[in-house]
């Protein structure tokens, strides 16, 4: 898939989501909710004691009041639609970085919590990496709490089934392709090992081919030397 339109759909996915956030935010909030109450309730005991021309104040007061709602809620629609993009890139750039085909994110995301059983076999626990893209070739890292690395291999795979996965071979950090969005976190401890939490983070992920040279080069220059000595 070429990259270009590979990043744009990734936009154009969360454009609907950020367009009814930024709607919602002011409407669907505490604050709001307790006043909109607190006007019904106010109401309906002005209702249940007024007489006939109080109550015809009243209702043309919220008659007025609600038409402005409904013309502030279609202004704000239109706003939060054209606000969407600036805050998908915006989002998007505070979490990290694209290179090309690869996109590295500033501090490793949390992709999955597991709570692992120590059976002296290798256990199999799939997450779903929800930030990277479908299929796309992914980096992860992983930590144990407690660190019972010592007596444990651990890594990150797609499909692929590990074998034995010796003691101490595997340290949690690996790069596999995504099944979808799916990946299968894969842990060894020794029987007698007591329980562990791991915690599996993405570090990037790659569009395409993984082996692309999508960095930057540089050059070194030797400090100009004073000959005035």
Sequence with gaps: MDVRSARA???LRRIPGAAIREFCE???????????V???IGLTLILRTAGPLERDAQAASWATGILAFTYA???????SIIRAPLLVISAERAKGRWHRNRFIYHEPL????????ATGEVEHYPFV?????????AYFSATLDPDVSNRASFA???LVVMGLMQIGAF????????????????IRMLADTISTTARVYCRGFVIGNPDEMDGQSGTFHLPAQDRST
């Design 9 to 11: 759909k990734r936009y």
């Design 171 to 186: 340290h949690g950090t690996s790069g596999t392709r995504l099944h979808g969005r799916k990946a299968i976190f894969s």
């Design 156 to 158: 990150v795979g797609g």
């Design 26 to 36: 002011p409407i669907f909030n505490r604050g709001q909710v307790l006043t909109f």
């Design 129 to 137: 990496c929800a930030d990277a893209e479908p299929d796309c070739f």
């Design 73 to 79: 809620t279609c202004g704000w629609a239109l706003i």
């Design 110 to 117: 949390l992709a999955g919590v597991i709570r692992c059983r």
């Design 38 to 40: 607190a006007a019904v």
